[in-house]
């Protein structure tokens, strides 16, 4: 083996680490998420409206959301939960359209801000939770703002944030009562796709938030490791929200403020029973700005962040920080996809070499260095297609699950070009609302979907016997 062979060798072996340590920490979830559940208590067992029920304010952050404004607001209203301990609070946020109007015929309380040089959903996150941290005290009105509402005095006991683009499943809150009953403090929900027959990527997207948002959170829970924060379908003790304030203004705002409460001893608790539906965007177009934002958001993070993060995980002998670091650091599942066969490929090729010169000379101890670069690469691939197999196993998805993974190669050939291309390093904070399209077919029948969401009116333009459906009536 000459000296250029073995640097290559052993360059190999040094790169391949790094993969197989996020790839090892992804199949250790997925392991993870195989275990049977932990007993917590009340989560079974527990009676649907348990004496002294929770009262809950679910908050919706809208920001020009007025064609679907309404059907979210009355899925949240149509949940199994006591009307009289519902309130359903949608935040106009600096909207140009009727988002306010529409909410409020739904039947919602809206707040309405308008602040042109604070754009955000972190903003309007925590004007909405300032305006409920005055309920009881100095009343709504002490809140700078706040226009048009009145007869609002009860604080609720917990509240709930959900997207202004999604339906929920009727036992939501049932679900989260049972956790905060059981000594849970923040909760996360499942967050599952709402249109899924839209485009060959919703349709990949079942499987991809069934691995970074299902699995995850799952092997995390049952590792006793915090779940992390989505966005959608968070649920706050009112109590919690005074002890560790919502500051979070980045573009991934949830990540954030689910790191502020990890480094306040606060671990986020897991309910699969619990569904929150988001549509996804589409086309190409519109997913490429916002998975750039999203990329860009976390990359920023997980550089101001995870350092310190690390290091206070290694001085207080804390696994759960320490994982929240190890969450921020694993680069996107098709980026570790690429660059682990990409390895694999160039560790085989020394092998070959090897194999040629082995028939005319006999071979040093320092060739079977070319062995252990392809056992490093060959077990990220591995461990990567374990954690994929599972998340596919967790979608629901079946056999349309595997036909949908054909587009995956894709898919990576397309993240991998945006990461090239690169370009938007400036996006703003500010809120850019996702184009949402509405292509033929929009919103194809229950039976399309695995796990289709609850049924809503059918959208304008859509055919007949179209898709997914409201928890119920709207009540008030």
């Known amino acids: 083996m000459t000296t250029l062979t073995l640097a290559f060798e052993l360059a190999l072996l040094a790169l391949s680490l790094p993969v197989l340590l996020a790839a090892s920490y992804l199949a250790l979830l997925a392991v993870a998420a195989r275990r049977p559940r932990p007993s917590h208590p009340g989560v079974h067992s527990a009676p649907a409206r348990p004496a002294g029920a929770l009262r809950f304010v679910v908050v919706i952050p809208a920001h020009d959301e007025e064609s679907g404004i309404a059907a979210t607001v009355a899925s949240v209203l149509a949940v199994d939960w006591p009307a009289e301990r519902l309130r359903v609070l949608v935040v106009a946020d600096n909207c140009h359209d009727a988002t306010a109007e529409r909410a409020r015929a739904a039947g919602a309380t809206v707040l309405v801000r308008d602040e042109p040089t604070r754009l955000g959903k972190g903003y309007g996150l925590e004007f909405a939770f300032g305006w409920i941290g005055a309920l009881g005290a100095s009343g709504a009105s002490g809140v700078t703002g706040v226009t048009g509402v009145t007869g609002v005095t009860d604080a609720p006991d917990a509240v709930v944030v959900v997207d202004a683009d999604t339906l929920v499943s009727p036992g939501l809150l049932r679900a989260f009562g049972r956790r905060f009953a059981a000594g849970a403090q923040a909760v996360q929900a499942e967050y599952r796709v709402r249109n899924v027959a839209d485009s060959w990527r919703t349709r990949l997207m079942v499987i991809a938030l069934a ?83 999203w990329e860009q958001g976390r990359k920023a993070l997980a550089r101001t962040a995870a350092p310190r993060l690390v290091l206070r995980a290694l001085r207080r002998r804390d696994p759960l920080l320490l994982d929240l670091a190890l969450d921020l650091l694993v680069p996107p599942l098709a980026t570790l996809v690429a660059v682990a066969v990409v390895g694999l490929a160039l560790s085989l090729v020394p092998l070959a070499l090897v194999s040629h010169a082995s028939h005319a000379v006999a071979l040093s101890p320092a060739s079977w260095l070319v062995v252990l670069p392809i056992v490093s690469w060959s077990a990220s691939c591995l461990a990567l297609a374990l954690y994929v197999l599972r998340g596919v196993a967790l979608s629901g998805a079946g056999l349309r699950g595997l036909v949908a993974l054909s587009w995956a190669p894709v898919y990576v050939i397309w993240k991998l070009w945006l990461s090239l291309r690169g370009g938007g390093g400036g996006e703003s904070r500010r809120w850019v609302r996702t184009a949402r399209e509405a292509p033929p077919g929009a919103g194809a029948s229950p039976r399309a979907a695995p796990r289709a969401a609850p049924r809503e009116p059918p959208r304008k333009g859509a055919g007949p016997g179209v898709g997914p459906r409201l928890a119920g009536g709207s009540r008030s």
Do not use: C, T
């Open 211 to 293: 691995l970074f948002h299902g699995l995850r959170s799952l092997g995390r829970e049952r590792l006793g490791l915090s779940a992390g924060l989505r966005g959608n379908g968070m649920a706050f003790r009112a109590a919690l929200l005074r002890d560790v304030p919502y500051r979070a203004y980045s573009l991934v705002e949830d990540v954030e403020y689910g790191l502020a409460l990890g480094e306040a001893g606060v671990r986020v608790a897991y309910a699969p029973d619990a569904q929150v539906f988001g549509e996804m965007v589409a086309g190409e177009r519109a997913s490429r700005s916002q998975r750039r934002r």
